[in-house]
Nanobody, 129 residues
Framework: QVQLVESGGGLVQPGGSLKLSCVAS??????MGWFRQTPGKEREFVAA????????GYGDSVKGRFTIFRENAKNTLYLEMNTLKPEDTAVYYC????????????????????????WGQGTQVTVSS
């Protein structure tokens, strides 16, 4: 069992930046990801990273603007968000999936909600002038 706690959300003007953090209890052997959700819509994939940190993927709407990275020594996942747009407004969720110590586990990241085992409570990001 792992617990995930997000932080760093808030109100920012269009064009601004925010950095989200997600601290995971337990070991770092988890592939991790960020998703977001707005009322009445399905949870949307934002970014994902393998447990090694060397393999990453991004949703089309955030490519080139968001960066996902992790510090395994601190059991912490980050999402650096730049050039924010009003359409980025959402609750952002951190997710984790158990990964094995194999080479496959080291390089794999996941992009769908169903693939993840654990979720945080979410942090609100609002982009508005």
């Amino acid at each position: 069992q792992v617990q995930l706690v997000e932080s760093g959300g808030g109100l920012v003007q269009p064009g601004g930046s925010l950095k989200l953090s997600c601290v995971a209890s337990g070991s770092s052997l988890y592939a991790m990801g960020w998703f977001r959700q707005t009322p009445g819509k399905e949870r949307e994939f934002v970014a994902a990273i393998s447990w090694s940190g060397g393999y990453k993927g991004y949703g089309d709407s955030v490519k080139g603007r968001f960066t996902i990275f992790r510090e395994n020594a601190k059991n912490t996942l980050y999402l650096e968000m730049n050039t924010l747009k009003p359409e980025d407004t959402a609750v952002y969720y951190c997710a984790a999936k158990s990964a094995g110590r194999s080479y496959s586990g080291m390089i794999t990241y996941y992009t769908t909600v169903e693939q993840y085992d654990y979720w945080g409570q979410g942090t609100q990001v609002t982009v508005s002038s």
